[in-house]
């Protein structure tokens, strides 16, 4: 028995439990309307108490919370506010996470729905497919402030890979190896295929965040500058 078939029937109780709750078109209005209140209260914060933070991270943090709503607007309230009183490990690792998350899930859901839900493409060839969109919206959204700062392209793309491939390797196997196991067969206009794209997505979040941490507590990544720190208006590299 394959190592992959082992897992497959090791998470099957946990499929058949979420799969149900996730085909349900209720919880889908809900959802949508509690990101859309998220997403609210974070523009209303950005424009009143955070006008200071650079536009590239209130377009990070806008599509964190589209992700992942209240989940993504607490981490933005605990770590991405010029407010927070000190900053710490943890606080910089979860901003890195976010950086690569807001990349990576643009990159998934386009990926997961060309070739899943329009291609209709067998499992493998979507599982490629999709992460080979998260990987380049990623690297692409850590090389272009690079390039703005003056890096030159070679070190640019040498940089961004090691960086950022440790973290948008774990983050996408777990939260596209989710999607999968939920909602394989779901097509587009499917409730489950965007619940369970909306799930796979945060769970690929909290899997990338301690590899950030890590990163950052080596020295591999300087993570993200203290929002209290942000000129008005200035580009923040996302090392």
């Given at each position: 028995?394959?190592?992959l078939?082992?897992?497959?029937?090791?998470?099957?109780?946990?499929?058949?439990?979420?799969?149900?709750?996730?085909?349900?078109?209720?919880?889908?209005v809900?959802?949508?309307?509690?990101?859309?209140?998220?997403?609210?209260?974070?523009?209303?914060?950005?424009?009143?108490?955070?006008?200071?933070?650079?536009?590239?991270?209130?377009?990070?943090?806008?599509?964190?919370?589209?992700?992942?709503?209240?989940?993504?607007l607490?981490?933005?309230?605990?770590?991405?506010?010029?407010?927070?009183?000190?900053?710490s490990?943890?606080r910089?690792?979860?901003r890195?996470?976010?950086?690569?998350?807001?990349g990576?899930?643009?990159g998934?859901?386009?990926?997961?729905?060309?070739?899943?839900?329009?291609?209709?493409?067998?499992?493998?060839?979507?599982?490629?497919?999709?992460?080979?969109?998260a990987?380049?919206?990623?690297f692409?959204?850590t090389?272009?402030?690079?390039?703005?700062?003056g890096?030159?392209?070679?070190?640019?793309?040498?940089d961004?890979?090691?960086?950022?491939?440790?973290?948008?390797?774990?983050?996408?196997?777990?939260?596209?190896?989710?999607?999968?196991?939920?909602?394989?067969s779901a097509?587009?206009?499917?409730?489950?295929?965007?619940?369970?794209?909306?799930?796979?997505?945060?769970?690929?979040?909290?899997?990338?965040?301690?590899i950030?941490?890590?990163?950052?507590?080596?020295?591999?990544?300087?993570?993200?500058?203290?929002?209290?720190?942000?000129?008005?208006?200035g580009?923040?590299?996302?090392?």
């Amino acid at each position: 028995m394959s190592l992959l078939t082992r897992i497959e029937r090791a998470l099957e109780p946990a499929r058949q439990v979420l799969t149900p709750i996730l085909s349900d078109p209720r919880l889908l209005v809900g959802w949508v309307v509690v990101v859309a209140a998220a997403v609210v209260v974070l523009w209303w914060d950005l424009r009143e108490r955070n006008e200071a933070l650079p536009s590239l991270m209130k377009g990070v943090w806008t599509l964190v919370v589209l992700y992942s709503g209240p989940f993504g607007l607490a981490i933005y309230w605990v770590s991405g506010r010029t407010q927070i009183s000190r900053d710490s490990l943890w606080r910089r690792g979860l901003r890195s996470t976010a950086h690569c998350y807001s990349g990576c899930g643009a990159g998934e859901i386009v990926g997961i729905t060309l070739a899943q839900a329009i291609l209709g493409l067998v499992v493998g060839w979507v599982a490629a497919v999709t992460f080979g969109f998260a990987y380049l919206f990623g690297f692409g959204l850590t090389v272009g402030p690079l390039l703005q700062e003056g890096v030159g392209f070679r070190d640019a793309l040498s940089d961004a890979l090691y960086s950022e491939t440790p973290s948008i390797t774990i983050m996408e196997v777990v939260a596209i190896g989710s999607d999968l196991l939920l909602a394989a067969s779901a097509h587009v206009t499917d409730v489950l295929f965007w619940l369970a794209l909306s799930l796979s997505l945060s769970l690929g979040f909290l899997a990338a965040f301690p590899i950030n941490v890590a990163l950052v507590r080596f020295g591999v990544k300087e993570g993200m500058q203290n929002p209290a720190e942000m000129g008005n208006g200035g580009a923040q590299a996302a090392d």
